[in-house]
């Protein structure tokens, strides 16, 4: 299961990175996504503001050539004059078409020669036909003998002999058609002689900048006015003029939008980042807990099988009556010897395995200091006493009075487990402990000291981690699974205290517990 539970974790590591660059990068990039969004929503609304308004501009401009033509250009003349008032700078030219001939202004001959031919020929087809496609003989064309000819007509009226040109009814709405960027603006006209067309080609550049100034005012900064592709319809009436308001407009409360923005795209690199970080840290409480597992099993298993072969050897040895009648009582102490010790080691396993699960006892002895030590104290020192140590203890006599509230099994136990480690490391003397309590700033320390041979410094930073083993130790040369300083930190922490190691020298290690007074 753990085998399979690595990878997972490992790829579950990698979709989280990537889900976290992912977001850092989107949040990089947000406020730009966001002042393009703005700055698109921007335009569309003034750009929708300003559309009425050059509309108007528009229709004016317009109507003040539309008026210059009157009701029509004048027919049957044989050179047409140019209306009253000119034309505008807009304006190109005017023109009439009528009964096959093509007629402009005195003066404005040069028109017929700078304008497509296919312009005037579409004229006439406009007239019969408004709005519809444009002819264009290089593309639509019927050939019948060399002659290009249209598919379809209508029959139009022939003027008698004599009779003169002239309209039969008010002239049809004013239209816009463009030809490969050529503007025509043209009305039909109904005669007796058919359908004629009058009307002007508009310079669309020279139009566009009689209605840019009105963009402009509207908050659009670089706003351009083009001739629409052929047959697509504009947003300028019955122009084939369509508005570009450009990228460039006024936003309101940029640099507000801003600030707000900065806290937004920091918080999202602050999450992505601390995303990775909580992942990693995950990762490697994991890595840690994975270790102290396999730490676990290896300390106990080995402390659990040197005493289970003398066990086994002695009891069997026993049993069979194998053994000399005088070394009987020395395997008998050495089985009990044995035997506490692994007591000791379950007793120390459950504790911290309770410790780690947040279960810590609720029991709480409340006394006088004067009563409740030297009573735990004469109980340990007994206790000692069948491992060869020797314990002595003096208690400040102004400290006899005050009150203590604490769990004594727990002090036992710490104590019990720094005495543990004091016989361990004898190194060939005989264990001396003495502990010295002492008040400060209402706390209780008990200051427990040893004659060992002392703990080496690059021991001592992580003398209460969990399975931590001196050199020693891990030769197998002391027995110990290295929980015996964890758990009496941890059960000092859990009545209150705290357990803290003073000095440690050749002559002796002094370790400080403290415990919180009664009130």
Request: glycine share 8%; hydrophobic share 40%; charged share 25%.
């Amino acid at each position: 299961m753990k085998k399979k539970l690595t990878p997972v974790l490992i790829l579950a590591a990698i979709l989280v990175i990537i889900a976290a660059v992912w977001q850092a990068k989107e949040a990089a990039t947000l406020e730009d996504k966001l002042l393009e969004i703005d700055r698109q929503t921007q335009t569309e609304r003034l750009l929708a503001l300003a559309l009425p308004e050059v509309q108007a501009k528009l229709n004016t401009l317009l109507q003040e050539e539309c008026d210059k033509m009157g009701r029509h250009l004048p027919f049957n003349t044989p050179k047409l004059p140019m209306p009253a008032g000119g034309k505008a700078d807009f304006n190109r030219g005017f023109f009439l078409h009528a009964e096959n001939q093509l007629l402009v202004p005195e003066g404005d001959e040069a028109l017929l020669n700078s304008v497509p031919p296919v312009i005037w020929q579409n004229v006439p087809h406009q007239a019969r036909y408004p709005h519809s496609s444009i002819l264009d003989p290089d593309n639509l064309k019927q050939e019948v003998q060399g002659v290009t000819t249209m598919k379809v007509s209508i029959a139009e009226p022939t003027r008698p002999e004599g009779e003169p040109l002239r309209a039969t009814g008010d002239p049809e709405p004013f239209f816009g058609w463009t030809y490969k960027g050529h503007l025509v603006y043209m009305r039909p006209i109904r005669t007796n002689g058919g359908r004629a067309a009058d009307g002007f080609l508009i310079d669309s550049t020279k139009l566009a900048e009689h209605l840019i100034p009105v963009l402009q005012k509207n908050g659009l900064q670089s706003p351009q006015i083009e001739l629409t592709a052929d047959g697509n319809p504009g947003n300028l009436g019955d122009l084939p003029l369509v508005v570009k308001p450009g990228k460039e407009v006024d936003l309101p409360n940029v640099e507000e939008r801003s600030e707000a923005l900065r806290g937004t795209i920091a918080s999202a690199w602050m999450i992505s980042i601390l995303t990775v970080i909580v992942l990693f840290g995950l990762l490697a409480f994991y890595a840690r807990v994975e270790r102290r597992r396999s730490d676990f099993v290896s300390a106990v298993t080995h402390e659990l099988r040197t005493p289970l072969t003398s066990f086994t050897l002695y009891t069997e040895m026993l049993k069979n009556g194998n053994l000399p009648q005088d070394k009987v009582q020395e395997y008998h102490d050495t089985l009990y010897n044995e035997s506490r010790r692994l007591g000791h080691l379950v007793e120390n396993v459950l504790a911290f395995a309770k410790l780690t699960r947040g279960k810590v006892r609720g029991r709480q002895d409340v006394g006088a200091c004067g009563k409740l030590l030297p009573e735990l104290f004469d109980k340990i020192k007994e206790r000692l006493k069948k491992d060869g140590v020797e314990l002595q203890y003096t208690l400040d006599s102004r400290l006899r009075l005050l009150s203590l509230r604490t769990d004594l099994l727990s002090v036992e136990q710490i104590l019990i487990n720094l005495a543990d480690n004091a016989v361990k490391y004898a190194e060939n003397k005989k264990p001396c402990v003495h502990l010295n309590v002492l008040q400060t700033h209402r706390m209780l320390n008990i200051r427990f000291t040893d004659n060992g041979p002392g703990i080496a410094p690059q021991v001592q930073k992580d003398l209460f981690r969990p399975f931590s083993r001196s050199a020693k130790a891990e030769s197998g040369r002391k027995p110990g699974v290295g929980l015996g300083l964890a758990l009496s930190r941890d059960l000092a922490h859990s009545i209150g205290g705290d357990l803290t190691l003073e000095r440690s020298d050749e002559k002796g290690t002094t370790f400080v517990l403290s415990l919180p007074l009664g009130e």
